[in-house]
């Protein structure tokens, strides 16, 4: 299972770096929640998947699951979902200011 899940997680950061590398602001936007999303499954998978066992200790439980990746991948969630609402506010606002959202044209006429 953590074949499966790591060979997902590859291709979703593939598909990151792709969409990081692209004009637009919507789509980098996109490649950089695609990112934390990619980040999230590999954390997952390097706790060991570990089906219908509990998190905690108690009496009578031998093998357990580890609950340190699952409270990383939480607090990973809530920083990346408030600098995805960053990012979009930040790129509203410039879209709005400068009627565009294509990186080559926000960046300017180089001096020559």
Partial sequence: M?????IL???I???AVYNLLQKQMVRIIIGTVLISHAAHL?????GKLKRGQPPILTEGITSYTDPLPQALILT???ISFGLTSLMLVLAYRTAKEN???NMEQLRGKPNE
Avoid at 42 to 46: A, H, K, P, S
């Fill in 13 to 15: 950061f593939a598909v």
């Fill in 2 to 6: 953590e074949i499966i899940i790591s």
């Fill in 99 to 101: 009627n565009t959202d």
């Fill in 42 to 46: 590999f954390i997952l998978t390097m």
């Fill in 76 to 78: 990973s969630i809530v």
């Fill in 9 to 11: 997680a590859g291709i």
